[in-house]
C-alpha cells in the first residue's frame, strides 16, 4: 500500500495536538480537520475584548497546525451543528454542552470527509476518562459506532486500553507505539509535549467552546425562552458573546457594550437593532433585541443605559435612539437609581 493517509480532528488542545504527531511518526500522511459551529471559543471571538488585545491573538487550530507542519482544513458546521444543539440524543452536560452527541457528529463529518477525499482513518486526541461527559471509557465504542467511523476511529493517546482498530490491525501503525493514557492526570500528555519539544500550547480550561460556560448557557436558554421557536442565526450566537445582557420587559432585552471592544464590534449590528447612545456623556453602545418594541419600552431602556455611562450621577442625561430603518429620537431621562434595576433583569 501507498503511504496510508489519516486526517486529524484538531481543537487547538495539546491533546489532539499530540495524537497527531504520534501518529506522524509512524509515517503516515497527516492532514487536519476543524469544524467551526459558532460557538467556538477560538478565532475572531478573542479579537473583539479590546482588554484581551495585548494577548497575542491567534487561532490555536490553525496555529498547532503550522507546528505540526501539517495542512489544515477549516469546514464550517453553523447550519447542521443545530441539529446536535437543539435535540442531542444524548443530552447535555454542566451546561448546554452537548458533548457526546457534537463528538460523534464531528467524527460522522470527518468519516465523510475522508470518504470524499480517499484518505483512510481518523485521528482524535481523546483520552479515556478524561472528561466525564464524552470520554468515558463505555462511551468511546458508543461514538465510534454512532459516528459510522467504527474501526477507521484511532485515539493514538489512549489506543492501547481500547480494542485493535483497522489502522493496528493493516499495519499502517504500530500499536506498540501508540500509548495508553487513561484518567484526569494531564502529566503524561506534559511529560510526552516536553519530549517533542512543544513549550508552547494552549491550555483551554473549560474546554474548547462556549456551551460549557454557564452565563453563555444562560443567555441561550433566554434567547430560546423568548422566541417562537429555538432556531438561530450566527449573529444571534456571536451577540451572546459580547455586552451585559438586561431583559427588563419579556418582549425586549438590552445588550449594552462593556467596554470600547464591544462597543466596535456591536456597531456592526445598528442596522438589524434599535441601537441607542448617551449624547450628554460618554456611555456605552447599547442594542435592544426583541419584537414590538414601543416608544415606552425604548424610554425605559433609556434610562436603564443610562445608569451604566458618566452620567450615571447627573440628574438629566440624553440619549439617542436609532431604529433600523434610520429614524432617530432624542430621549432626556433621569438615570434609574441602582436599586430600581432587578437582579431578575440580568441574563
Ligand atoms: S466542549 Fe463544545 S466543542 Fe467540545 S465536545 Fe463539548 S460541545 Fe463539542
Known amino acids: 500500500m501507498s503511504q496510508p493517509k489519516a486526517i486529524s480532528l484538531i481543537s487547538g488542545g495539546l491533546d489532539s495536538m499530540l495524537a497527531t504527531k504520534v501518529v506522524m511518526d509512524q509515517g503516515v500522511h497527516v492532514e487536519g480537520i476543524n469544524f467551526f459551529t459558532g460557538f467556538c471559543v477560538e478565532g475572531h471571538t478573542h479579537a473583539i475584548r479590546k482588554r484581551d488585545q495585548k494577548k497575542e491573538k491567534r487561532n490555536n487550530a490553525l496555529w498547532t497546525a503550522e507546528q505540526l507542519g501539517i495542512k489544515l482544513h ?5 447550519d447542521e451543528y443545530k441539529d446536535v444543539l437543539l435535540n ?11 458533548c457526546q452527541d457534537c463528538k460523534t457528529f464531528m ?12 484518505f483512510d482513518f481518523i485521528i482524535t486526541g481523546e483520552v479515556v476518562g478524561q472528561r466525564p461527559m464524552s470520554q468515558r471509557k463505555d462511551l468511546m465504542p458508543v461514538i465510534a459506532r454512532e459516528s459510522g467511523a467504527g474501526e477507521r476511529l484511532l485515539r493514538p493517546l489512549c489506543a492501547r486500553n481500547l480494542p485493535e482498530t483497522l489502522p493496528e ?21 506534559m511529560a510526552l509535549a516536553a519530549q517533542y519539544g512543544f513549550t508552547d500550547y494552549a491550555t483551554p480550561a473549560g474546554g474548547c467552546c462556549f456551551l460549557t460556560d454557564e452565563n453563555y448557557s444562560k ?10 421557536s429555538r432556531d438561530y442565526e450566527l449573529d ?4 451572546l458573546k459580547v455586552g451585559r445582557h438586561i431583559r427588563p420587559r419579556p418582549n425586549f432585552k438590552m445588550i449594552i457594550g462593556r467596554e470600547e471592544g464591544e462597543n466596535k464590534f456591536m456597531e456592526g ?6 441601537s441607542m447612545y448617551t449624547t450628554s456623556h460618554t456611555g456605552p453602545l447599547i442594542l435592544l433585541d426583541g419584537k414590538d418594541i414601543s416608544t415606552d419600552d425604548v424610554e425605559l431602556a433609556a434610562r436603564i443605559g443610562a445608569r451604566f455611562g458618566q452620567g450615571r450621577t447627573a440628574e438629566q442625561v440624553s440619549i439617542k435612539a436609532t431604529w433600523p430603518a434610520g429614524e ?5 431621562v433621569s438615570p434609574m437609581p441602582p436599586h430600581e434595576i432587578d437582579e431578575a433583569w440580568y441574563v
Open 269 to 274: 449590528y445598528r442596522k438589524q437593532f434599535i
Open 74 to 78: 477549516i469546514v464550517d458546521v453553523i
Open 107 to 118: 467524527i460522522h463529518k470527518a468519516l465523510e470527509w475522508i470518504e470524499a477525499n480517499g
Open 328 to 332: 432617530t429620537k432624542e430621549f432626556k
Open 219 to 228: 443567555k441561550v436558554v433566554d434567547m430560546w425562552q423568548h422566541r417562537p
Open 88 to 98: 442531542p440524543k444524548h443530552g447535555y452536560g454542566a451546561n448546554l454542552n452537548p
Open 236 to 239: 444571534d450566537i456571536m451577540l
Open 169 to 189: 490491525r493493516e499495519g499502517w501503525v504500530k500499536r506498540e507505539e501508540l500509548l495508553g493514557f487513561s484518567g484526569r492526570n494531564r502529566k503524561p500528555q
